[in-house]
C-alpha cells in the first residue's frame, strides 16, 4: 500500500476506534467520542477502553486487539505513558493512527525518548501516526469529526493543516461564519512522523481539495516541504502558508554581514516564492484568501483591473486610494461602450467613469444596471460592488439583485455592504448565497493583491555536476587552512579564481615591500586578519596612500594598530567607486545556499535594499528577478542614466552560489564592495570573505 | 451672540422646525420628521410645509415666520430654487439652519450662483448655515436625531464628522456593533459657511467630546483647519483625520524635482502631523481607534509595553511578530515577581514569559491569575487578552471574569477572542460591558501604534519679520526676469548668497572665455537655460573637463547642441562628491510653503528617503526630524561612519523656507545636488534653480 492509499484510508475511513473513549464529560475521550457519534459519520465507530464495559451506551472494548475487526483509523487518546503499549497491542488490527496525547518530544527528555521508541515501532511496522500531541482531523464532506474540536465545518475546496490545533479550532468556528468549506481540517502536533509536506503531497492529489492553507511554527523539513510545495504548484492548486517566526527577523548578531540581511525567515519567504507558495502575514489574511479561494481560482497571477460599483462616493474614493497602491490590481477604464451605456440609464449626477457611482438612493434596479455594465466590460477582471445603507437604500433587496446576476458569472465578485445591523442579514444572504463578501474592502484588496502576484514560475534548474578540478582546487586551499574558520585574503582570491570572480588584485607587505611588488599608486593598504571580520569599521583600512613614504607609514600603523600574531597587511589599487554592491552566501539549515545582493556601502543596513536568491540558481532566473524586485532601478535606464551591468551581477551571484552548492565545509561568504559600473570599466570584488567549517 | 454660542443653540436646541416636512414615506422631509418624533427629544418640534396643514398627525404651518415662536434651529429640506426663499422669509424666527437640500455647490453653474446668493443672505443676516448638501445632525445624549441617517446612536464622548453623508451612516451603523458612543455625528456637505475648522474648534470646547474623528475628502480652508486642530491639541483632545486622495500622492508631472516628491497629499500629511493630527489609512483604522478612544485616552505619546494573555501559543506568536514590526508599541519583560508568582499558580507547561500562555485548558480561574498578574506588573502598560474557544474553553465565563477584573482599572485593556459562533456571544457581552474587543489583534495593533505615536509637540515659531534688505536684494533681482518664469544660474547665485546658502562659483562661458576667468581644472561645463529644467538628462553636462582644450571644445558642443537663443554656457569647478542631498520647496496652494530633503543622485526617486517640511521652522524642529525620520542614518555614527553635518543641512533647509516665506512671488526651489560632507569639507549647493510668478 503506497503512503498516498494509507492517508487515503486515514482521511476515509470504513471504520474507527477511539482508544481511551470515555463517558466523563469535559474528558477529551468524551469529547471525540461524542463528535465521532453526532454528525452522522457512516462508518463503524468503536470504543476502547480496558475499565468501561459499555461508553456513550455502546459496547467498549478492552484493548484494540480485542476489537472484533480490522479498522482503518484509531484514535489514541490515552496518557502519553500508555501510548507505546497501546499502539504496540494494536498494530495488527489497524495501521493508521492519530495520536492525540501530549508529552511526546515538545515535553523534556522523558517526552523525547517516548517519541524515539515511537517511531522506531512505526517504522518496524509500517505504521502512519498523525501527532502526537494534536487535535485530529476533520472531513465534512463524510461526516467525520475525529477530534476534539466542536463543531462540523462547511463542506468545501480548502485543506487546512493546523501545527496549532487551538487555531484549528478558532479557524473552523469562524470559517462558518464567513461561510468557507473546508475539504478537510489537520491538526499535525509534533510531526512526529506525518509532515505538514506528506499531508500536502496528499492534499494536492485529492480531488476535492483546490487550495491548502497551512499553518506553521516552525519548519521541520523544509527540503522536503518546499518539494511539496512545488508539487502542488505543478498540479495547479495553491498553497497559502500563515508562518508565524517573523520575529527572527534580522536579529541574530552574525559574523558576516550576509548573516544579519538574510534572516532564517527572510530565506523561508524567498524559498516558498521560489516554490510557488503564497506567503500570508496574518490569521486575517488567511480568511480573506479563503473566502475568495472557496469561490474562485486564483495563482495565474498577472494584473487584474478592478471595476467598482458604489451608492457613495466616499468608500469608492478610498478604494480606489488603496487600489492606487497595491501592485497586481490596478481600477479598470471603463470601455467608451460601457460608459455611454450607462449615461442612459443613469441618473445625470452618477458618475459613470469607475468607481460607477450609483448616487444615495439607487435602487436595485439601478444596482442591476451598473452591475451588468461592469460584467459585459471586457475591460472589468473583477467586480467589486460597495454598499452604505443610506435612509432610501433597500438594503436586501439589492443583495438579492447581486445574488441573481452574479451567482454564476465567470468574473470573481467581491462585496463590501459598510455599515452594522442594517447591513448584517443581507451580508448573511450574500455569503450564504456564495457571494464573497468581507467587512472591510481596503483589507480585502490588499490579501487579494498578494493573491494575484505573479507566481514566478521559475525552471527548477538540476545540480550540474561538480566541476571536478575546482572543488579539487578548493580542497587544495582549504587543506592549509588549520585553527581557524576565516581565510586569507590570498585564500579567497584563489577561491574566486577558480570560480571565475573577477577580484582585485593585492600585494601582500605585512614583512615590508620587496623588489618585485610594483605598486600603483594611489593604492590602499588593509589589515588582513581571520579574527577581523570588520576592518573599516576597526580603523584597518588606510587610504588614499599616494606614495612611497604614506605606504610606509600605513604598514607601520596597521602593525602596530593590529598586534595581533595572525595579522598580515595587504596592498590594492584604489579603484573609483561608482555602485557598490554586496554579495552574500549564507548556509541555511534548513533550506541550503542563499545568496544575497544588495546596495553596499553606508546603504546595507539602512535600506535593506536586497534581494534574495535559494540554489540551485540559473542566469536567467537571477536575472528575472534582478529586473522585477527592489534592486530594478540599477538595472534599467533611469533619468538618462546607464543601466549597471547586469550580467557581471547575475554571473557573480550564480558563481557564489555554486561556490556554496559545490562545496558542503563553505559556511558564509561575503563580496563587500562588489563594484559594479554602468561603462566600460569592469565590475571586480574589492573584499572578499569566506567562513568555512571543516 | 459668539459663534460657539450660537453652535450650541444649533446642536443643543430648544426647539426645532422642518421646512419641507413631509407625510410621504421615503421622501427626505418625511425621513427627518419622523427621526425626530421617534427617539424621544424633549425640544419643541415644528412642522413646516406650505401645502398641507398636518403632517404625521401634528399641526402644519405654511412659512417659517408663521411659527408662534422662535425656533433654535430649522432644518431645510426643500428642492433647491426655494432654499433663497425659505431663509429670506424665515430669517426672523430662526437664526440656524441645516440645508439638507443638494444643487448647489457642487452642481454647475446654477447651483454655484445659488449657493453665492445664499452665503450673501447669510452673511447679511448673521445666520449660522451648515450644509447645504448634507445629510443633517445627531446629538444622542439630548436624543435628537435631525437628519435623514436612520437610528440613534450610543452616547458617548466621539464627534464625528463627514464629508460623506452616506459615510457618517454607514459609520453609525457599524458603531452600534462596536458599542462605540458618539456626542455628535455631523455631516457638513458642502461647507458653504460652517466648515470642518469651525466644527473642530466648537467641538474641541465642547466638555462631553473628547475625540474629534473626521471624514474629508478635500480640505477647503487648509490653514484653518490646522488651526483648529492645533487648538484640539492645546487642549488635549485628539483629532483623527481620514482623508480621501492620496491617489493625488506624486501623480503628477511638475516641472522641478521637489514638485513630485511633494505630492499635496503628503503636504497634508506633513501639515497634520505637525499640527497634532493623527492620519488614518482606512475607514477599518478610525473603526480601531474610535473604540479605542471610547474608552481609553491616546495621544500622550511614547512606547508602550504590552503584556499579553492567551490560551493557545498560536495566537500569542503571530501578535509577538506584528509587534515586532511596530514603532511606539513592544512586548513588555515581565517582571521577575510576576514570573514567580505565575509559577506557583499555572501548571507546569503554561509560559510564564510574556506571552503568558494559559494553555489550552484555561478555565476562568486561570485567566484571572493571568489577567491579575499583568495587572499587577508595573512594566506592562496596556494589556492584550487573546481567547480561541477550545473545547474546554469556558468562554463566556472568561468573558465575566475579564468583565469582574478590568472594568475599572487604569491600564487599557485589549481583548480578542477568534472566532465565530462559539465566541460572538461573548464578544457582544464584553462590548456592552465596556471591555474592548476587536477581531484581528494585529490589525487592533498597528491602529494602536498609530496612536501612540509620539506627536511632535512644536513651538510655533512666531513668523519673523522680513529682513528689508534681503527682500529688497530678492525684488531686484526677479525685476531683470522678464518674460520668463525660471532664473539663470547668475540669479540663483545671487539669490543663495543673499539667504547665505553657500554655492558653488561659476564662469559664464557663453561667448567664450574671458583673460579674467581663472579656471580651476578638472571642471564642469553645463547649459544654462529656463527652458531646460533637466539639463543632465538632456546631456547638457559636461565632465570631466582636463584642460583648456576640452573646455574649448565643451562649449562649442554645449552651443550647437541646444540651439537656443536663451541659451548660456556655464562653468563650475569639479567638486568631489561624498553624499548628495536634494533640497527643495514648493508653495502649497493650501499650506503654504513646504520644503523637502532627500537623497540626490540617483537614489532621489527610487528611494523616496525624504522628508518634508512645513514653514514656519525652526533650526531644532528641523533637527529633530531629520535625527528621528528617514535620514537619520545620515546623521547619526553609523558603523564607524562619521555623521554628515546636520548643521549646514538644517541650515540650508531653514534659509529656503525663509525665501519662500518672505517673497511671495516664489513659487519653486530645488537646490539639487546640495554636497553635504562628514569631515572639514564644506558643504555647498552646486545646482540651484528657482521659479518664480510675477
Redesign the interface.
Known amino acids: 500500500m503506497t503512503q498516498i492509499q494509507k492517508f487515503e484510508r486515514l482521511f476515509n475511513p470504513r471504520s474507527i476506534a477511539i482508544v481511551g473513549a470515555s463517558d466523563v464529560p469535559?474528558k477529551?475521550g468524551n469529547?471525540i467520542a461524542r463528535n465521532l457519534l453526532e454528525y452522522d459519520y457512516q462508518g463503524r465507530v468503536f470504543f476502547v477502553n480496558s475499565v468501561r464495559e459499555k461508553i456513550l451506551e455502546q459496547p467498549c472494548y478492552a484493548t484494540l486487539s480485542d476489537l472484533p475487526e480490522d479498522v482503518d483509523c484509531a484514535i489514541v487518546a490515552v496518557p502519553a505513558q500508555f501510548v507505546f503499549d497501546v499502539i504496540a497491542a494494536g498494530k495488527e488490527k489497524c495501521k493508521n493512527f492519530v495520536i492525540i496525547s501530549a508529552g511526546f518530544g515538545e515535553?523534556g527528555i522523558e517526552g523525547h525518548n517516548r517519541e524515539m521508541q515511537l517511531m522506531q515501532l512505526a517504522k518496524e511496522n509500517d505504521l502512519i501516526i498523525m501527532g502526537p500531541n494534536c487535535l485530529g482531523f476533520v472531513v465534512p464532506q463524510i461526516n467525520i469529526n475525529a477530534s476534539?474540536?466542536?463543531?462540523m465545518p462547511y463542506v468545501g475546496s480548502i485543506a487546512f493543516i493546523?501545527?496549532?490545533?487551538?487555531?484549528a479550532?478558532?479557524a473552523m468556528?469562524?470559517?462558518?461564519?464567513?461561510h468557507i468549506g473546508f475539504s478537510a481540517v489537520v491538526s499535525i502536533g509534533n510531526e512526529m512522523l506525518v509532515t505538514a509536506a506528506d499531508l500536502v503531497r496528499y492534499f494536492v492529489d485529492d480531488e476535492n481539495t483546490k487550495t491548502i492553507a497551512l499553518?506553521m511554527?516552525g519548519v521541520v523539513h523544509g527540503e522536503d516541504f518546499l518539494d511539496a510545495v512545488r508539487y502542488a504548484r505543478q498540479k495547479g492548486k495553491s498553497v497559502l502558508v500563515?508562518k508565524?517566526?517573523?520575529?527572527e527577523?534580522a536579529q541574530q548578531a552574525i559574523a558576516l554581514h550576509t548573516g544579519s540581511l538574510a534572516g532564517s525567515d527572510e530565506i523561508f519567504d524567498a524559498a516558498l516564492l521560489k516554490a510557488g507558495g503564497i506567503r500570508m502575514q496574518?490569521?486575517?489574511d488567511v480568511f480573506v484568501a479563503m473566502v475568495y479561494a472557496s469561490h474562485y481560482a486564483f495563482g495565474k497571477g498577472g494584473i487584474k483591473s478592478i471595476g467598482v460599483v458604489t451608492?457613495?462616493?466616499?468608500?469608492g474614493?478610498?478604494v480606489?486610494?488603496?487600489i492606487?497602491?497595491l501592485q497586481h490590481v490596478n481600477m479598470s477604464v471603463l470601455s467608451k461602450k460601457t460608459k455611454t451605456d450607462l449615461k442612459k440609464i443613469l441618473p445625470e449626477?452618477a458618475s459613470v467613469h469607475n468607481p460607477i457611482d450609483l448616487l444615495?438612493d439607487a435602487d436595485a434596479a439601478r444596482y442591476g444596471s451598473g452591475i451588468q455594465a461592469a460584467i459585459r466590460d471586457k475591460k472589468v477582471d473583477i467586480i467589486l460592488i460597495l454598499l452604505?445603507?443610506?435612509?432610501?437604500t433597500p438594503v436586501m433587496e439589492i443583495a438579492q439583485q447581486i445574488v441573481a446576476l452574479c451567482q454564476n458569472i465567470d468574473k470573481p465578485v467581491i462585496t463590501s455592504f459598510?455599515?452594522?445591523?442594517?447591513?448584517?442579514e443581507a451580508i448573511s444572504y450574500l455569503r450564504s448565497s456564495g457571494i464573497v463578501h468581507y467587512?472591510?474592502s481596503?483589507?480585502a484588496l490588499r490579501t487579494v493583491d498578494v493573491l494575484m502576484r505573479m507566481q514566478m514560475m521559475y525552471v527548477y534548474p538540476k545540480m550540474r555536476k561538480k566541476t571536478q578540478e575546482r572543488t579539487n582546487r578548493m580542497k587544495k586551499i582549504v587543506e592549509q587552512v588549520v585553527d581557524r574558520d576565516v581565510l586569507y585574503y590570498e585564500e579567497c582570491v584563489a577561491v574566486a579564481q577558480s570560480y571565475d570572480i573577477s577580484i582585485s588584485s593585492y600585494h601582500d607587505i605585512t614583512r615590508g615591500l620587496s623588489a618585485q611588488q610594483k605598486i600603483v599608486y594611489p593604492c590602499v593598504a588593509k589589515i588582513d586578519d581571520p579574527k577581523i571580520l570588520?576592518k573599516?569599521?576597526?580603523?584597518g583600512v588606510i587610504l588614499p596612500i599616494r606614495n612611497l613614504a604614506e605606504l610606509h607609514r600605513a604598514q607601520a600603523h596597521l602593525l602596530s594598530a593590529f598586534r595581533s600574531r595572525s595579522a598580515r597587511v595587504i596592498v590594492q589599487p584604489l579603484v573609483p567607486i561608482k555602485m557598490e554592491l554586496i554579495i552574500g552566501m549564507k548556509r541555511d539549515p534548513v533550506f541550503g545556499v542563499a545568496v544575497i545582493v544588495g546596495l553596499g556601502g553606508?546603504y546595507t543596513?539602512?535600506?535593506r535594499?536586497t534581494e534574495l536568491f535559494i540554489a540551485p540558481l540559473t542566469i536567467a532566473e537571477i536575472k528575472n528577478t534582478l529586473l522585477s524586485g527592489k534592486l530594478q532601478?540599477l538595472f534599467t535606464k533611469?533619468?538618462?542614466?546607464s543601466p549597471y551591468h547586469i550580467d557581471a551581477v547575475a554571473r557573480c551571484i550564480l558563481q557564489v552560489s555554486l561556490i556554496g552548492v559545490e562545496n558542503s565545509f563553505v559556511q558564509a561568504i561575503d563580496i563587500n564592495p562588489f563594484l559594479v559600473y554602468n561603462d566600460d570599466r569592469k565590475d571586480i570584488a574589492i573584499d572578499f570573505k569566506m567562513i568555512i567549517k571543516k
Open positions: 469535559g477529551v469529547m515535553s476534539f474540536a466542536p463543531g493546523s501545527q496549532s490545533g487551538a487555531l479550532v478558532a468556528d469562524k470559517a462558518r461564519e464567513d499553518y511554527e500563515l508565524a517566526g517573523q520575529t527577523r496574518s490569521m486575517e451608492n457613495a462616493g466616499g468608500p474614493v478610498l480606489t486610494d488603496t492606487a497602491t449626477a444615495g452604505t445603507p443610506q435612509a432610501q459598510v455599515g452594522g445591523e442594517r447591513v448584517s467587512m472591510s481596503q483589507d570588520h573599516t569599521d576597526r580603523g553606508i543596513e539602512m535600506f535594499m532601478f533611469v533619468r538618462g542614466i
